[in-house]
């Protein structure tokens, strides 16, 4: 099998797990306290990575890449992980999934007002139009519904975690950490889950660990072994040997594996303004994408022809 092949198996494997963790969380945060979960969790992962890398006399990054590193894991997995895991403990597992698609959006969004960046095409704004309509159709949908207390506060924490991941993306993107990145995304791991228990012993609504049930348990050995180790390799190794356009097909599938196991195994409703809402917005969030890339050629042929 040829690095290639190895890459789309990666994909694949991207595509499906990180759409199952999102009712992985939800069947956990039923079982346990949401930050509490997900600080275990990433702790966790993250020590496995940094213990692996260590044992193989990986150097250890500098302290200007800790600060880096740090910086990023409140993004990351203090605002981005830690917050769409919470709000999965108030709103359904698939709204979650489809709230967190819309990333690509809101970078456009965040760099127009905060980077200058002025860069928006007829493509861009249609783009954005249709993923804010898609996302309007399901809360349409939910809002005839009768919803369990926090539902609002669910939505602002699933909004906010998808906020903070699109910064980090422009953040990474801007400020690169030299170091191997699966030793970089260990350390966050740990500098997150650690900010985490502190907020979740703040909260007070943490359990002791001899009082986690067995589910609890479960849900947790799952989100690790699959989310934030075989997924996340998956991930970057995907992203190191295909190209952008392909490594980012990720993004469409997530949503609709959520959707679909939430589905089936938490009963969670699936109506035709869902699955609308859901295919409007996944079409919206490709056309943005599509206007970056087209961008980022234009860009670079711009650059080649004035070599």
Not at 260 to 284: P, R
Request: zero cysteines; hydrophobic letters at 55%.
């Amino acid at each position: 099998m040829n690095t290639k092949q190895k890459a789309y198996i990666a994909l694949i494997i991207t595509s499906i797990v990180w759409g199952t963790t999102w009712v992985a969380m939800k069947f956990g945060v039923r079982q346990l306290p949401a930050l509490e979960l997900a600080a275990i969790r990433q702790f966790i992962a993250g020590s496995l990575f940094v213990v692996f890398f260590l044992l193989r006399k990986e150097k250890m990054p500098s302290l200007k890449q800790l600060r880096q590193l740090f910086i990023l894991s409140i993004f990351t997995f203090v605002l981005a992980n830690g917050l769409s895991t919470w709000s999965l403990a108030f709103i359904p597992s698939g709204l979650g999934a489809l709230i967190g698609a819309l990333y690509p959006l809101s970078v456009v969004i965040i760099e127009f007002f905060f980077y200058n960046n002025k860069n928006i095409t007829k493509l861009t704004v249609a783009g954005i139009l249709l993923g804010i309509t898609g996302i309007g159709f399901v809360f349409y949908e939910n809002a005839f519904h009768a919803h369990p207390a926090g539902y609002v506060f669910g939505l602002i924490l699933a909004v906010i975690a998808m906020l903070a991941w699109s910064y980090s993306s422009i953040i990474i993107a801007r400020n690169k950490v030299k170091t191997n990145p699966y030793f970089g995304m260990g350390w966050q791991m740990v500098f997150g889950s650690s900010m985490m228990l502190v907020m979740s012993l703040i909260d007070g609504k943490n359990i002791p660990i001899s009082q986690i049930p067995l589910q609890g348990w479960l849900a947790i050995a799952y989100l690790i072994a699959a989310g934030s180790i075989l997924a996340i390799i998956a991930f970057i190794y995907s992203m190191k040997h295909l190209a952008p356009p392909i490594a980012s097909l990720y993004a469409y599938v997530n949503p609709i594996v959520a959707i679909l196991i939430g589905t089936t195994w938490l009963d969670e409703k699936l109506t035709f303004n869902i699955i609308a809402g859901t295919i409007i917005t996944l079409i919206g969030v490709y056309l943005v994408n599509k206007s970056f890339k087209k961008q980022a050629a234009e860009a670079a042929l711009a650059d080649a022809d004035g070599m």
